[in-house]
């Protein structure tokens, strides 16, 4: 049996998803800022999500929106100009949840616009 490093997390985003072409695909990457157990224990997660999922990401999230996702864990791995080894987590977000809007007094906005037809019961 293969190994798998799965995550799931909530938090909000730290800046607007950035789309880009991938070949046949396109790729939404983003951040989260997930609170730990005090206010000021933070951390910062490396975000992406591909084809469909990537197009509904771009379009009902931005900045400071609350969601949970899913998915599994790589670590990217690089040498900086200094010659140093530097790394950071990724997450590859198989499925995400919209939780709450960027004020959470303020309920949040529909995924599917609501018929105004009249209903007659």
Known sequence: MADLATVSMTGRLTRNPEQRDAGNTQ??????AVNGFKNHDVSFFDCEAWGKLSEIIQQYCQKGKQIAVSG???IDRW???DGNNR???IIN????????????SA???????E???DVPF
Do not use: N, W
Not at 27 to 32: H, W
């Open 27 to 32: 790729v939404s990457k983003f951040s989260i």
């Open 72 to 74: 599994t864990i790589r």
């Open 107 to 113: 309920p949040a906005k529909p995924l599917q616009e």
């Open 93 to 104: 977000v198989h499925d995400m949840t919209l939780l709450g809007s960027k004020d959470d």
């Open 87 to 89: 790394s950071r987590p």
């Open 115 to 117: 018929s105004t037809d």
């Open 79 to 81: 040498e900086d100009k």
